[in-house]
């Protein structure tokens, strides 16, 4: 069945956060004293925050979330961008007729600026995020509810990211998945969890959606 519901991750596959992370990460370690190489930042970019940081300072990491986007919010329209491609990409997906959402582990705050900075909420008929679940990615549940909302079908369905979560929650929830060449972790490590496809720039993506370019 070709695909006909597509869901995408937001920081790291639609817009460029990159810098705005590390920068909000570093920040938020140089508070509390904490020293970490750009490299492992980078691994910490994915999971959400709560976990990446009580694993670090077990009890301290509701105030380090605080911290962080406390700088990160400060930060936005200083960082970030659509990457390469997005919204033209988009915006001949819509025309198609393609149902669009987006599945991200940021909380609702941090996603709407993210996509007011950027204009990219008009392309969206749902977006679910951190709060709109119990279980985030890689637990399956985001990219289903996104499903259910879109009245999507297991078999026409594709899940885009830059990260293992969510190619990891795409394969839970039975759906096709695409990595992005672009993801900060490299594309060898996003190619061992097996996506379905990988994206070289976002132009791709017209190809698997079968729209020619």
């Known amino acids: 069945m070709s695909i006909r519901t597509i869901l995408f ?17 570093i920040h938020t370690f140089n508070q509390y004293g904490y020293h970490f190489t750009r490299e492992e930042m980078i691994d910490f970019n994915g999971p959400p925050l709560k976990d990446t940081f009580e694993k670090i300072a077990p009890g301290k990491s509701e105030a380090m979330i605080h911290t962080y986007r406390e700088h990160n919010f400060l930060h936005h329209e200083e960082f970030v961008k659509p990457f390469p491609y997005v919204i033209e990409v988009l915006e001949r997906l819509q025309a198609a007729g393609f149902d669009l959402g987006i599945v991200t582990t940021k909380m609702r705050k941090g996603v709407d600026l993210g996509l007011e900075v950027t204009d990219l909420s008009r392309f969206f008929e749902t977006i679910v995020t951190l709060d709109d679940v ?80």
Request: glycine share 8%; proline share 5%.
């Open 9 to 25: 991750d937001l920081d790291g596959t639609l817009i460029d956060t990159n810098e705005l992370i590390i920068e909000s990460f």
């Open 134 to 213: 119990t279980c985030p990615k890689p637990d399956p549940e985001p990219v289903l509810k996104a499903m259910y909302d879109l009245e999507g079908e297991h078999a026409s369905t594709l899940m885009i990211g830059d990260n293992s979560h969510d190619i990891e929650a795409g394969q839970r929830a039975h759906v096709q998945t695409a990595g992005v060449a672009w993801t900060g972790k490299g594309e060898a490590f996003l190619r061992t969890y097996q996506p379905t496809y990988m994206l070289q720039d976002m132009r791709d993506l017209l190809t698997v959606a079968g729209i020619k370019a």
